[in-house]
C-alpha cells in the first residue's frame, strides 16, 4: 500500500492527540523509510518485473530485515522506544506509534502478492494479493484514506492559512504521486528506487510542518456535552 500507510498515520491524530503528525505520519511508513538504504546497502534487493503485480512492477524477493513479521516486531518496538525516551511519560502516544509502525506488515499482507517473509530466511511468506486488482486496490486505499484524513480534519482546525493549505496541499500530492505510481512507467533501475525513496523523509517533514499550524480540538466531557444540549434545548 502507498496512501493506505498514510491514511493509519492521519486517524492516529484522533486516539494521540499530543503526538505530532510527523511522528505519526513516519511510523507506518517507517519499514519503507529504512527500505531504500538497505537497498542501497546492499542488505535487500528488488528487481523492475512489469506485470509482476496490476498494481507495481516491482518484484519484492528479498526485503526481510524491513519488512518481514519479525522486524517489523523488532522496528516497531524500537520506534515506540525511541519516541518514549524523546517524549517523557507519553505512554499511549508510545503505545500508538508502535501499533502504527506495525501496521504496515498487516497492510502490506493485505495488499502483496505472498511475498511477506515471517523471518529472516522464512520459507513461507504471506500476501492476500489486493494487489492483482487495480479498482479493488483504488476502492481500498481510497476509502483508507479519505477515513484518515477525515479524521484528522476532525480532530485539529487549523491556527492560520498555513495550517489549511499546507494540509490541501499535502493531501492533493500523496494522491497525485499515488496515481503516478499506479498509472505511470516502471522505474529505470533499482538504484533509482533506492536513492529516490529516501524523499519519503520529505513526508514525515511536510506533516511535522502541518501540524504546527493546527491545534486540536478540545474534547467535550460527557458531563459538558449533556450540559451544552440542554442549553441548546432551552433557546
Known sequence: MFIGHFAVGFAAKKVAPRVSLGWLIAAPIFLDLLWPTFLLLGVESVRIDPGNTAVTPLDLHDFPWTHSLAMSVVWSVAFAAAYRWRARRDNLGAAVLGLGVFSHWVLDVVSHRPDMPLYPGSATYWG???????????????????AGVWLYAAATRAKDRTGAWALRGFVAFLLLGYLMNVFGPPPPSPKAIAVFGHTGWLFVAWAAWIDRHRAVRPALSPVEGRSNRRVSAGR
Open 128 to 146: 492476500l494479493g489486493l494487489w492483482s486488482s487495480v479498482p479493488a486496490t483504488l476502492a481500498v486505499e481510497g476509502a483508507l484514506f479519505a
